[in-house]
């Protein structure tokens, strides 16, 4: 059968995709025209492409011309049309979406690529509104305008695909027009969409022929010669039921009589029709029709195969009879039976034919799929045939693939049609069933059927699968320990051609020992989940890891190391000549690094393309993460309206009802403290809490402390900051530590304890300056903190550093203030009330010291200061803001 694969330049599992799904169906010769109809579907594409409802909803019983008129509507539309006819195999929400990015694709090529990508990620296979997110983004990029027909809607039941329709219809972008055919109303906001005015509606009473259009059917179509009077009697007998006057045409073309008393019942008028006119057939044909009504759709090589006889000419003969053979290509290789007749061939099947004898038609069915590379379709059938044995081979087959493609419900389904006993009559297709069990949130289930295979692995691949499975089962229910056991068992025994396997545990395992601070083993298994650039499409798996990778070396101040990772991995994706947003995750991690070097204009392009990828993948840890990071930056830039809509996108995003805690953070640098205050209450947290609250929200607590310091409230903020920097030693969180020592050493000055401060603010410097931290110092605009960085000047250890600071603090400084001694906690306070113009003899009185000590003090003070007078000292501590 005629597929089409997914488009990638990367070495992964191909989804096969039936091209017959995706072509739109032949108009059959002389087509009866409906301008009333197509009148109504104009209005939703104007001609020059401007698109007013959101949908076009055709609902009517079976054989009323929906799919029909949908076609003569496309075929008079000057534009490309992508069109998916749907099955009950659709209800798998990952096959669902596959077909219709699939679809998408045949009409916009440069649309989906990012969403089909996620669909083969396994460690993303569960995010479908960022799939969809990426598609419609995807389609708003250009201007073209894209129509979309599902066909045969009624089919889907599953409510996952409901939901992803719906989300479409939600957030689709002026660009596109969505076309659903119907028996039913189907279960989408079809009332708030008629309130929005953005629903097209054509229902049965619309589709019903009139005598006009019954007579131009009957005549021009079916060629029969009948009068005005005839045609109105017929079309009033079918209530204008357009398969129903074919049935009738095609019965007067083979001498039938109608029923005399026809009630209008359709089911009876099929069955009664349809027999009269299948048995009016050559014996030839009617063979043909009954054997091949086990096929949903067929080409003239299967039907040899289930017959066994030649087919071509056969099928040429039945579609010019008028049988209701529709042909799905232009080519006219693939057909489909009209579903009435189909119905109605399976039913006299069942009636002639042994339950042997059908099922060895679904047995060859199955073995022609599975010979010409069709092992899904093949599935179906060696089910319906009870060939379970060649079932359970095929699903051991393709099992790999077909979670690949997350198709998890499909599989589930699959295992538990064969007989119980061959669910687990192999080990290995008892795994990928656990798999589908877990994709389908059935983790008890999955849990004890690892048990109870336990002894059966007798190879290192089932050993590694059965390891793995445990360590997700371990990772969902939150057992830390558990999940790296039996993470690193799977690894150590999993073959390296498993590719993605390996990838998915090595991730899984890196978040578990970030969730212990055992960093250098996170490090590792994210570094290996990286390397898996050649199998992994659109390299999500690849860019996530390389990103925490990344993270891992930030969380320890290791900035350097950590832009190096991020530059390798931009490099990866371009040498794939991949365009895929994963590589958000790159220019996210690069431009936060640039950001804290101060290299602004750089951060600023990086986090404007982070965004963009964002925005265009729909993915949510880079949605908050570029959008934090960028309105940051505009803050720092002073440009506040801009921050604040991006501050504003984040929280519905993330669906925040009260303030955010980044609202909050952007609230204090611009001095909002009583929106911080609200902030604090709402969460319900205050600055004398528990050590144990405390640790259990750091994040929180620190920026609790930092309004409590922009109110001088510094007793109480002490006795945080020691938790809070207990907490960093045990998460092994440098970068974290820095901030809390940072603000330890700033509260220290402040209190006028700078014999503790000095030291403080000298070791943050030391832990900050391999990783170049400049933002950090440059975010707490503190007159104390500029006072002791002039102190830490002093200090050949860090007075280059310092001095890179300070020209960062000043740019248009070339040299920061000369460096001065470090002035002891005495002398400060000498040289404050030097400044506010009191005598020695006051200061002496004030400071309950001696007139003698008091000028020694002031001797010294004058010697640092590299001045000769009081008046001197003033100016020069004045310069260098230490009186600030």
């Known amino acids: 059968m005629e597929q089409t694969n997914l488009k990638t330049d990367i070495e992964s599992p191909k989804r096969p995709l039936l091209q017959t799904k995706l072509t739109l169906p032949r108009l059959r010769q002389n087509p009866v025209t409906r301008p009333r109809l197509l009148e109504r579907l104009n209005t939703a594409v104007s001609p020059d492409g401007r698109i007013h409802p959101k949908l076009t909803l055709i609902t009517g019983p079976a054989g009323y011309g929906k799919t029909t008129l ?66 419609l983004n995807d389609l708003a990029l250009g201007d073209e305008t894209a129509v979309v027909v599902l066909d045969d809607y009624h089919l889907i039941t599953a409510p996952a695909v409901h939901d992803a329709v719906t989300f479409i219809l939600q957030n689709m972008p002026v660009q596109l027009h969505l076309i659903i055919t119907s028996r039913s109303e189907p279960p989408l906001p079809l009332a708030l969409l008629r309130a929005q005015n953005g629903l097209n509606w054509i229902g049965s009473r619309d589709l019903r022929f009139t005598p006009d259009e019954a007579a131009q059917f ?160 093949a599935v179906d059938h060696a089910l319906a045939a009870a060939d379970y044995d060649l079932a359970a081979t095929l699903m051991e087959t393709v099992a790999r693939d077909v979670l690949m493609f997350g198709e998890g419900i499909t599989l589930r389904q699959w295992v538990e049609a064969l007989p119980e006993e061959q669910q687990t009559g192999s080990t290995r297709l008892t795994l990928f069933y656990i798999w589908s069990l877990i994709r389908t949130g ?74 212990r601070a055992e960093l250098d083993a996170a490090r590792d298994a994210f570094a290996e989940a990286a390397q898996n650039s050649t199998h992994d499409p659109g390299l999500w798996a690849v860019m996530f890891a390389t990103f925490y990778w990344g993270q891992t070396y930030e969380r320890q101040a ?116 009583r929106l911080v205050r609200q902030w604090a209450d709402g969460l319900g947290i205050a600055i004398r809490d528990e050590p144990d609250k405390i640790q259990d929200l750091p994040g929180a607590y620190l920026l609790l402390a930092e309004f409590h310091i922009a109110n001088r409230d510094y007793d109480a903020v002490l006795p945080v900051l020691d938790v809070l920097c207990e907490f960093a030693e045990a998460r092994q969180s440098k970068s974290f530590s820095l901030r809390v020592s940072l603000l330890q050493a700033l509260v220290q000055a402040k209190m ?93 009185n004030e400071m309950i010291l001696s007139l003698n000590t008091i000028k020694a003090h002031t001797r010294r003070l004058y010697a640092k200061l590299d001045v000769n007078n009081r008046t001197q000292a003033v100016a020069r501590a004045r310069s260098l803001h230490l009186l600030d």
């Not at 049309?81 to 669902?96: I, M, P």
């Not at 059935?442 to 692995?457: C, T, V, Y």
Request: charged letters at 20%; glycine letters at 4%; aromatic letters at 8%.
């Open 442 to 515: 059935e983790f008890r289930k999955a849990k004890q059927l690892l048990g109870a295979i336990s002894d059966q692995l007798d190879s290192p691949l089932l050993w590694g699968e059965w390891s793995a499975l445990r360590a997700r089962i371990a990772m969902i229910t939150g057992d830390t320990e558990i999940n790296i056991k039996f993470s690193n068992k799977a690894l150590s025994k999993l073959p390296d051609d498993q590719h993605m396997l390996r990838s998915e545990v090595a991730i899984n395992l890196g978040f578990s020992h970030l969730q």
């Open 752 to 844: 006028g304890m700078m014999e503790t401060a000095v030291p403080t603010f000298q070791q943050t410097l030391t832990q900050a300056e391999p990783g170049g931290y400049i933002r950090l110092f440059l975010d707490t605009p503190d007159p104390a903190l500029h006072r002791l960085l002039h102190l830490a000047a002093n200090n050949p250890v860090t007075a280059a550093y310092v001095r890179t600071i300070l020209t960062h603090c000043d740019p248009e400084q070339a040299q920061p203030s000369p460096i001065i001694q470090p002035l002891s906690p005495r002398e400060m306070e000498v040289l404050h009330h030097l400044a506010a113009g009191r005598s020695n003899r006051e200061i002496a």
């Open 218 to 377: 009957l005549q021009q179509t079916m060629g029969l010669q009948l009068n005005h009077r005839q045609i109105e009697q017929l079309d009033e007998q079918v209530e204008g039921w357009v398969t129903g006057l074919q049935l009738i045409a095609l019965a007067l073309q083979e001498s039938v009589s109608l029923p005399e008393a026809f009630s209008g019942s359709q089911r009876y008028l099929v069955d009664y029709l349809a027999d009269q006119v299948l048995s009016r057939q050559p014996a030839e044909i009617q063979e043909f029709l009954l054997q091949t009504a086990v096929l949903t759709q067929f080409n003239a090589s299967l039907c040899q195969a289930i017959t066994g006889q030649p087919s071509q000419q056969l099928l040429e003969q039945i579609e010019a009879a008028n049988l209701f053979l529709i042909p799905l290509d232009a080519a006219r290789r693939w057909y489909r039976y009209h579903h009435l007749f189909g119905d109605f061939l399976h039913g006299r099947l069942q009636q002639q034919k042994s339950p042997d004898h059908i099922a060895h038609l679904h047995q060859q069915a199955a073995r022609w799929y599975q010979q010409n590379d069709q092992p899904l379709i």
């Open 558 to 673: 290791q900035l350097k190391e950590a832009f190096e990772i991020y530059e390798r991995g931009l490099a990866t994706a371009v040498s794939q000549q991949t365009n895929s947003a994963a590589i958000g995750y790159m220019h996210l991690g690069m431009g936060k690094l640039l950001y804290q070097w101060n290299r602004l204009g750089e951060a600023e392009t990086h986090l404007r393309h982070a965004l963009a990828c964002a925005e265009r993948s729909g993915d949510h840890k880079m949605l908050i993460y570029s959008r934090e990071s960028l309105a940051q930056l505009l803050l720092t830039l002073d440009d506040w309206p801009a921050a604040e809509s991006l501050v504003v996108a984040l929280e519905q995003q993330i669906q925040a009802n009260t303030i955010s805690a980044f609202r909050a953070d952007l609230a204090l640098q611009r001095g909002d403290t």
């Open 70 to 135: 949908a076609s003569q509507w496309i075929a008079q539309m000057e534009r490309p049309v992508a069109w998916l006819s749907l099955d009950a195999n659709d209800n798998d929400e990952a096959r669902f979406l596959a077909y219709l990015f699939a679809a998408i694709g045949t009409v916009r090529e440069d649309v989906g690529e990012a969403a089909l990508a996620r669909l083969t990620t396994t460690y993303l296979y569960n995010e479908t509104e960022a799939i969809l997110t990426a598609l």
